[in-house]
């Protein structure tokens, strides 16, 4: 992956500017406050809350969204 540790040290929540993770599987960041999921798309994290999803057993819904 692309997203480089160093990146993810100045990325912040644009809802609640806490700190993002990188998921497991490397298809998004999850912010640890609010639990919304950027999404990652090209290599390049998409920090917009419009484009978030709050990750709350919806998980699978979200692979059917373009
Ligand atoms: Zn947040």
Same mark, same amino acid.
């Given at each position: 992956?692309?997203?480089? #540790?160093? &990146?993810? @040290?100045?990325? %912040?929540?644009? %809802?609640? /500017? %806490? /700190?993002?993770?990188? /998921? +497991?599987?490397?298809?998004?960041? /999850? ?7 950027? +999404?990652?798309?090209?290599?390049? +994290?998409?920090? &917009?809350?419009? @484009?978030?999803?709050?990750?709350? %057993?919806?998980?699978?819904? #979200? #692979? @059917?969204?373009?």
């Amino acid at each position: 992956m692309a997203i480089s #540790q160093d &990146l993810l @040290e100045i990325l %912040a929540c644009p %809802a609640c /500017k %806490a /700190k993002v993770e990188l /998921k +497991p599987d490397g298809s998004a960041l /999850k912010c640890v406050e609010c639990r919304r999921v950027y +999404p990652i798309r090209d290599d390049i +994290p998409v920090m &917009l809350v419009d @484009e978030a999803t709050i990750e709350d %057993a919806v998980e699978d819904r #979200q #692979q @059917e969204r373009t």
